[in-house]
């Protein structure tokens, strides 16, 4: 059941700057009480990783349906409008199950459709939320067959990107316009990632998120 991944695929799948086709689910699962941990990896096959979650939970869950259980998904692209659907219809035939989703990169997040999905997850209770330094250590020692000695190397990725994707998260939630803007130039194979700020976005972002993209400069103190 205890599958790894390998390390070149974790720092390849996760990174937020690479926007890599397939997608990588990581997760954890706790039933009742207990403190063991149940993990497992999979990747989107002819169907995204979500559904293929749900279907294999679905089956094996029969065996056991009034214990409370507890699922955390490490995900390199969030879901996708429908997936959001069929994660919401899950959880309504399994209310016992609670989820929180960690995401390393917004899947498509211009497209109207992804953006009401994901608001819709959060609004129906579940947390979605951007991959920190801390889950990247975590997935690190707990899902990549790292070498020995390696455990306490993970990928660092520049904090920049992840502030970014949190940024447009919180531009979801409070349904304002897109603010980060992706481009790619395919002759370079370069991808341009910028933030296009509104007035709107200074005006309902949280300050700490604005200040950790560099879209506002921290308060002058004097002394
Ligand atoms: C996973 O999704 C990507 C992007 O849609 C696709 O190119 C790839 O073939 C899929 N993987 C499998 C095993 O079908
Ligand atoms: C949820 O858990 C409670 C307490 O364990 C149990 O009584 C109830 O039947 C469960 N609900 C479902 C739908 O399994
Ligand atoms: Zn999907």
Redesign the pocket.
């Known amino acids: 059941f205890r599958r790894r991944i390998k390390p070149w695929e974790f720092e390849i799948f996760f990174d937020p700057r690479q926007l890599r086709k397939e997608t990588c689910l990581l997760y954890e699962i706790k039933w009742g009480t207990s403190h063991k941990v149940w993990r497992n990896s999979g990747q989107n096959t002819t169907k995204h990783v979500e559904v293929n979650f749900i279907e294999k939970f679905t089956s094996e869950r029969k065996l056991c ?4 259980c507890s699922i955390t998904w490490f995900l390199s692209w969030s879901p996708c409008w429908e997936c959001s659907k069929a994660i919401r219809e899950f959880l309504r035939q ?3 199950v609670t989820l929180v989703i960690y995401v390393a990169r917004l899947f498509h997040h211009m497209d109207q459709r992804n953006r009401q999905g994901l608001k819709d997850l959060i609004l129906s209770g579940i947390t979605v939320q951007i991959m920190r330094v801390s889950e990247y250590h975590h997935c690190w020692r707990n899902f990549v067959s790292y070498s020995p000695g390696e455990e306490t190397y993970w990928p660092r990725y520049p904090p920049l990107w992840m502030m970014m994707y949190a940024l447009e998260l919180h531009c979801i939630i409070l349904s304002l316009p897109p603010c980060l803007k992706i481009s790619r130039r395919c002759q370079h194979q370069l991808t341009l990632f910028s933030l296009t700020p509104q007035k709107c976005h200074y005006q309902m972002i949280p300050p700490y998120i604005l200040l950790a993209t560099g879209l506002i400069e921290p308060p002058m103190t004097w002394r």
């Open positions: 349906p009034s214990i409370s399994h209310p016992n």
